[in-house]
């Protein structure tokens, strides 16, 4: 039984569904969100009375904003003229700022009338925010119109799309400042500070070169800025629809309604960039929008190689703090250097050391030493390796000194019982000579010897004293002496940069070659780091055009490429990149061959959508003959006159009318398909109607 009721409530329900799916939708909801303004917050709203204006805006609307332009943000005469006392807080106008504006959904309705084939909205008192907004807060004044306190100071939007069946028209009437946009092209431009004015459009005949069945953008700006009147009438057959909501709710929205990024995201650290998360974030139940917004580090960079910058967590500025330079194996830290960065010197450097260092960081010192045991060998840190004989000879003439093979200094006495030739030395030698006797004690004469084995110094003897001493050899700037020779020492040029290769030249001179770190990428941006002792290459990053071209690198250079959104596999179901949103997902809108009696339908199965004509009829589509020449015809109030004309005066009638009044839409009053009795003679449509 339960089962048998719930197949039958199924059923009911299709059925019920089929059925309210074939009539005509009695209204259209048009998405639109207000923001509640006040005079004491922009001067833009109350300022002295002015007049229309149009050419305030920019006739293309910023795609990814979706809010109207200036044209010009200074206080030109033009600005004057249509009462734009304040243009830079003009930006604040449809968009979301809590310090002068409160945003608040406001849906309007628009009721199908039968006998005209629009959707219509009229009101003459529209003060759809009255006690809402600003006026709640009690902060601030709220305005009379003379009797009655209401809410003057408002702006609406609406952005939605449509998708073209070829007959829309749209019909505004009202003050104050009211921008069309269809397809991002200024389409009405009733701007400035103005009473009643009227601005209609018909999307075949204007210049919009629109195509049927493609989906555009319908973007809808009014402002009341003023008192005392209020205005709107809306009359239109454009079925907009709202492609997606933010988190919000709010149509098209960026989620700037519900989240403010200072007060909503702030997590009360200054060292982060609060972020309100993206419009189309899915907030779990329990959770709040706050629970997704991100926290970004903030950055502050320095390029003080010494500093880091680091952000204070106390007050949010940045700061720089010292490095530590980190030890090097084998280098010792001199210091540090704003622009190279940490400084180091080789630590095993000189004559005596090898440059490198053993497993405990000791210098490895060089070997001197030599095999002959009759020589002394050492190192002097100037000027390096050096040998003496192990057994020079004495200043006694008299005594021999040899060296045997096993490195004994043998010292021979060759004095031969008082025959040596000292005292004939004592009368020849000068300090830097010396002597030895010959067989017959008669001395001979010897130079001291300078030479040390090392060919890196010059022995020299001082003629005072005959003390010999050794002086090295002097080599041209960053070169040294080895085997006698000056060479090349590139290690002598090290300036501790890692981001320069040194070298010592052939004349002695230092070079420094910037380290190369080109990585024939010319997508990446290469640099060295000197902190880190390293090539460092990052991507060039090529920024995003709006949110529908990705940016890109291509040998070198940024370039962009439309987006590719994912598809999503079925026919009724379109896929798009919408510059204001990205990547958005919506129903695919059919048309049908006659839009004003049938309504398209869209079939995944079948890939292609069906005209099914609307049940009931509407009353439009009773008389279909007299119909379509007046609904061809374009002008949806005016085709019901004409139609009503066509009834009673004829085809010549008809022409007549349509001659004089060129197509211009005349008010549903004077419509003689609203009267019960024109010309005297029964209206079969007035009463004839069901
Ligand atoms: C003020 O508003 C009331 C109701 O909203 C209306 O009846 C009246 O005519 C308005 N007065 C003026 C001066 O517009
Ligand atoms: C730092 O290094 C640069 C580049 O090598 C040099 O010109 C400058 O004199 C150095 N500054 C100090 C304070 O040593
Ligand atoms: C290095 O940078 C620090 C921090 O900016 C600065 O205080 C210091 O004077 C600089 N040293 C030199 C030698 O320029
Ligand atoms: C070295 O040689 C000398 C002479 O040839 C000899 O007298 C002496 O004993 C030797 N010394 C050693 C330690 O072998
Ligand atoms: C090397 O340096 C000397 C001065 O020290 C200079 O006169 C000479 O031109 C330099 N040579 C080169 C090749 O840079
Ligand atoms: C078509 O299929 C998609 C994906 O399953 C679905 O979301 C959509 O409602 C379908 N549309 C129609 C008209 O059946």
Redesign the pocket.
Known sequence: MLKLNILLFVLLSVLAFTIYADEIPSTLKLEAIIFDQHPSLDSNFEPEGGNLTPGLVKTSLNQVSRVPELVSTAQTALNNQGRIKSPTTFKWWFASNPATNVPIQSPMVLNYQDRSGVYSYSNSYFFPIDGKGWDATGKYRIYSNGSVNHNFHFCLKINSKFTYKGTEEFLFVGDDDVWVFIDNKLAVDLGGLHSREQASINLKSSTLGLKVDKTYNFDFFYCERHTTASNMRIDTNLEVFCPYYDYCGVCSGDGSTCCNAATTCNDNKPCTIDTCPPWNTVIDSGKSISDYCSHTPKSCPNDNQCYTGSCNTANGNCQQTKITCPPIACQVLIGCNNSTGCQYKPKCSGPCNTGKCDAQGECIARDCQGSDPCKVYSCDPNSGCSMVDKCPQLDNPCIIASC?????C?NTDISQGGKCCKDDCDDKLKPCQYGTCDTDGKCIVHEKDLEDGNLCTIGKCDPATGVVSQDPVVCDGCKDCAEGNCIQVDANCDDSNFCTIDACSASGNCTYTPTNCDDQDPCTIDTCDAKEGKCVHTPLVCPDEGNCQVGYCSAGECKVKPRECPATGAFCLITECDEAAGCIVYDKRCTSDNPKCQRGVCSNETAECVSRDYDPKPFICKTAAVVSTAVIAGVTVAGAVALGLAIFGGKKGYDYWKETHDNKISMATENPLYVQNPASAENPLYTGNT
């Open positions: 045997s093979a096993n490195g004994t043998i």
